[in-house]
């Protein structure tokens, strides 16, 4: 089936540094991907929508000056925390569409920010 | 009140118990749906994926969808401990998906 994969699955930093996190659709082309971020045992909320080739639609209240995604070709976005600070800490997921209308998520990456 | 709503549980089961999920919504402009698996620190997996009323089985998993009363289910069968994990049904119309809040199910051996 599709797979899509994120890396790194973890990443620790200091607070003021930025981390970048891809995410790649390893055997279909995905113009739309999405962000998530979620909080232990909470749902997943959705930061924003990548589309491929233009810029990315932000969700409301999530600052798109902090988290910058790039979606620079059909099978990577990569979205950028910059400046880090310890209330960034969170899970962050990816997803993405097949042509055949399935979602398919990244194994999500775990930013920890000390 | 949510577009989909989905009880959080935690639902606790003995193992091989047949267990069942449930989501409701409210906007008849859904027209997939889909079943989600997460475990602890883990992207969620798809399980199931429908679009039409009825049932759909996949070995243990069987997604039944009522389109008419708004709300759709996920069974499973000879439940596992393996099985333990949260359970997010999500539906769309376009291209974007609403998540229900997930279910939390801890099947016990």
């Known amino acids: 089936g599709a797979v899509v994969s994120q890396h790194p699955s973890r990443v620790i930093c200091k607070s003021g540094t930025s981390v970048k996190i891809e995410c790649r659709s390893l055997?279909?082309?995905?113009?739309?991907m999405f962000w998530y971020r979620q909080f232990p045992k909470q749902s997943l909320m959705l930061m924003a929508t990548?589309?491929?080739?233009?810029?990315?639609?932000?969700e409301q209240g999530v600052e798109k000056d902090k988290f910058l995604i790039n979606h620079a070709s059909l099978t990577l976005s990569t979205l950028t925390v910059t400046s880090a600070h310890p209330e960034d800490s969170s899970f962050y997921i990816c997803s993405a569409w097949t042509h055949t209308g399935e979602l398919f998520f990244g194994e999500g990456s775990r930013l920890t920010v000390l | 009140q949510k577009e989909v709503e989905q009880d959080p549980g935690p639902l606790s089961v003995p193992e091989g118990a047949i267990v069942s999920l449930n989501c409701t919504y409210s906007?008849?402009?859904?027209?997939?749906f889909m079943w989600y698996r997460q475990y602890s620190r883990k992207g969620p997996e798809l399980l199931m994926y429908?679009?039409?009323?009825g049932n759909k089985e996949d070995g243990r998993f069987t997604a039944q969808v009522d389109k008419s009363s708004k709300y759709i289910s996920l069974f499973i069968r000879d439940s596992q401990p393996s099985d333990s994990a949260t359970y997010l049904c999500a539906m769309n119309a376009g291209n974007m998906l609403t998540f229900g809040g997930g279910t939390r199910l801890m099947v016990k051996p």
């Open positions: 055997d279909f082309q995905a113009t739309t």
């Open positions: 429908t679009y039409s009323s």
């Open positions: 906007n008849s402009a859904f027209q997939y």
């Open positions: 990548s589309n491929e080739g233009s810029k990315a639609t932000y």
